[in-house]
């Protein structure tokens, strides 16, 4: 059934134009990355995320995938034999296929490795050193190529040879062991995070890469991690244990950094989070609520001591919250200027006037399925602006404009 918001029209922003006639309006310059040519020889989430990020910008991004399709292809729900996910995470890329355990198409790939920018692989460790594809072998096809390659453990470590996702990541990390409820069982997220996070780390070590080539003249290999990505982004709980023999625990929705901070639900059965991290916006909060002695307490200075006494904290706010509907919650935390935002569901986001007015959404022409909603680039530059132009390929529909066969291959000689 088709949904009001699909095809709607973005509003118009101060200078009358959305932000898409903005970025068709924009300088000569072109996007930011065109030029580039990269090769996504990845499969599934990270690595084919981060192609998608520099394709997003303007790179020429060849998607490489065995005859048989990326498992991606049948990622989560599909539509006509079409997986969203597939058109999201491959939107603006080329797609071929060559089997690179043959020796034939190794070749083939050979050539093409020889005239890209980026190359993006996320297979085992060893297993382009044994198709004859390794570092050694594209840096003397190509010297100025970088590779970047995306594994779960990196390229070396008693480790390095398991296989391994986004989900071992998150339950080596100590993300899992940090998340959910104090009595309950360490929590996964419900969503791909580790892959998203290394991809976003796959595409910035590609980006310093290049950065180094045009400075120095040469290429190089980038060695991804997803443990070590999702590690790094945990902020300082390693620091601290070192520090302090502190170890991260579960507190559901809550901090042990400030308070009040968590999840409340409304009198309308609606929900909202609010979080308060300085003084002065707690001590807002709690006037708010009509507890103004909480914050003449002595613990109330600092967010260890609020956090410390969450529990009168939560009690105060969840008892405030629980007696308004949802859009006067956000209404007064608005005029006192404090935090608060609605806990949408999926079907939320489209009708919400911020992300209306930002044009988060957008409907991409597919030949398949008519069109495909889905965000727009994850960041806007006022001069070099990225696009989505098309959803992702179909299986090899690019194989013979991008790597024809020689006149004798084809004749069968």
Not at 7 to 20: F, H, K, N, W
Not at 26 to 53: H, K, N, Q, Y
Not at 234 to 254: C, D, H, I, T
């Amino acid at each position: 059934m088709e949904r009001d918001w699909k095809l709607s029209v973005a509003p118009e922003r101060m200078d009358g134009r959305t932000l898409d006639e903005q970025d068709r309006a924009a300088p000569e310059a072109g996007p930011a990355l065109a030029g580039l040519t990269v090769i996504d020889a990845s499969t599934l989430l990270a690595g084919p995320f981060a192609a998608r990020l520099l394709a997003d910008y303007g790179a020429e991004v060849i998607k490489v995938e065995h005859p048989s399709g990326d498992p991606l292809r049948r990622f989560g729900q599909v539509r006509e034999g079409r997986s969203m996910w597939w058109k999201v995470f491959n939107r603006n890329k080329k797609s071929v296929t060559l089997d690179l355990s043959d020796s034939a198409d190794a070749e083939r790939f050979r050539e093409l490795a020889g005239t890209a920018d980026v190359l993006i692989e996320n297979f085992r460790p060893g297993t382009l050193e044994r198709w004859g594809l390794g570092p050694d072998v594209l840096a003397e096809l190509n010297p100025g190529l970088i590779l970047t390659r995306v594994t779960a453990f990196g390229q070396d470590g008693p480790y390095h040879r398991r296989p391994g996702f986004g989900t071992l990541a998150e339950a080596m990390s100590g993300l899992a062991a940090m998340s959910g409820e104090p009595e309950g069982a360490p929590l996964l997220p419900s969503f791909p995070l580790g892959d998203a996070i290394a991809g976003l780390h796959a595409a910035c070590a590609a980006l310093i890469a290049l950065r180094a080539r045009d400075r120095c003249g040469y290429g190089q290999t980038a060695d991804v991690a997803i443990t070590e990505t999702l590690i790094g982004s945990l902020g300082a709980q390693l620091s601290e244990y070192e520090q302090f023999g502190v170890k991260p625990a579960r507190l559901g929705n809550r901090s042990n950094n400030n308070a009040p901070r968590g999840v409340y639900r409304c009198v309308d059965d609606r929900w909202v989070a609010i979080s308060a991290p300085s003084r002065a916006v707690a001590e807002r909060v709690v006037r708010l609520v009509g507890r103004p002695e909480l914050a003449e307490q002595p613990w109330f200075a600092d967010g260890s001591g609020r956090a410390a006494h969450r529990e009168v904290l939560d009690e105060a706010l969840g008892d405030w919250i629980a007696a308004h509907e949802r859009p006067d919650v956000l209404a007064e935390f608005d005029r006192v200027e404090a935090a608060a935002a609605p806990i949408y569901e999926v079907d939320d986001i489209p009708a919400d006037p911020q992300f209306r007015a930002r044009s988060l959404l957008v409907s991409v022409p597919d030949a398949e399925l008519g069109t495909v909603t889905m965000p727009t680039v994850p960041f806007r530059l006022s001069r070099t602006p990225g696009s989505i132009r098309r959803t992702g390929p179909d299986l090899g529909a690019h194989t013979e404009e991008l790597l024809p066969r020689p006149l004798k291959e084809e004749a069968g000689i």
